[in-house]
Every structure is written in C-alpha cells, then in structure tokens.
C-alpha cells in the first residue's frame, strides 16, 4: 500500500493505493455505500462508507481513481483547509 499526501492553499489530498487486481467500474460506483465489499471475507463493508460520511462532514469528497485492469486500486479524499 502507498500513501501520499499533498496540500495546496485550498484543500489537502490524501491517496491510497494498492497494488491487488483492480475494481472494475461497476464496483467503484458502490463502493463506498453501506454493506457494499470488493472480495468476501469477514466484514461487513462499512469501512469506506464510515470514511466518506466523515469527510463529507468536513466538506471534503471521497472517490476510487480508475486505474488499468491489475494495477490495483486508488482512494482519494480530498478535504478542504478550514478557513
């Protein structure tokens, strides 16, 4: 996993990427609702979903980067710098 960081006057970028197979579009678009999983296994889908109420709270957006087939997958939240 790769985490970056960059700020600009306005708002700060914070980029997660992994190196797994992928998402493919019909999954990036649901991603980061309620109950919503990319493999099985033992949760329950609520850790993206928990992120993106939070920074939307704070006025910021969450969004899945597209990236070609098995070159994994990218989380931005862009968050916006308090005034």
């Known amino acids: 996993v790769d985490v970056s960081v960059d700020g600009t006057p ?10 797994g197979p992928g998402l493919g579009a019909e999954l990036r ?4 609702h309620p109950a919503e999983r990319a493999a099985g296994g033992g949760s ?3 850790g993206l979903w928990i992120v993106r109420e939070a ?6 957006a969450l969004r899945v ?7 994994g997958a990218a989380i931005v939240v862009e ?5």
């Open 29 to 32: 678009d649901r991603l980061a």
């Open 55 to 60: 920074v939307e709270a704070h006025g910021g």
């Open 10 to 19: 306005s708002g700060v970028r914070l980029v997660v990427r992994d190196r």
């Open 79 to 83: 968050l916006p710098r308090s005034s």
């Open 65 to 71: 980067d597209p990236l070609p087939p098995g070159q």
């Open 44 to 46: 329950l889908g609520l």
